[in-house]
């Protein structure tokens, strides 16, 4: 089992700045690619960015020049900036975390965005 930690949520005014952090522990060998989703209200959940144990890094079209996702490996922790935040990007956040061809999801953190 991988135990996923998140934090750094919040409520913050469009065009500010949030990290969220997400720290792994548990059977944390082996983790592949490590990334946030979201999901807002009646929404399906989706990929807001991703980064492989290479460092090759994924986003969605809509965070693209806003969000960083980075990790740190020795502490085997994401990040996630989120820059210029904008009403829409208001949503639970989770991390996710692949490990083999298993896949792990922390709780969530709720990322609120007041215009």
């Known amino acids: 089992q991988v135990h996923l930690v998140e934090s750094g949520g919040g409520l913050v005014q469009a065009g500010g700045s949030l990290r969220l952090s997400c720290a792994a522990s548990g059977r944390i060998f082996s983790i592949n690619a490590m990334g946030w989703y979201r999901q807002a209200p009646g929404k399906q959940r989706e990929l807001v960015a991703a980064?492989?144990?290479?460092?090759?890094?994924t986003y969605a079209d809509s965070v693209k020049g806003r969000f960083a996702i980075s990790r740190d490996n020795a502490k085997n922790t994401v990040y996630l900036q989120m820059n210029s935040l904008k009403p829409e990007d208001t949503a639970v956040y989770y991390c996710n975390v692949a490990r083999g061809i298993y896949s792990y999801w922390g709780e969530g953190t709720q990322v609120t965005v007041s215009s």
């Open positions: 980064i492989t144990s290479g460092g090759r890094t």
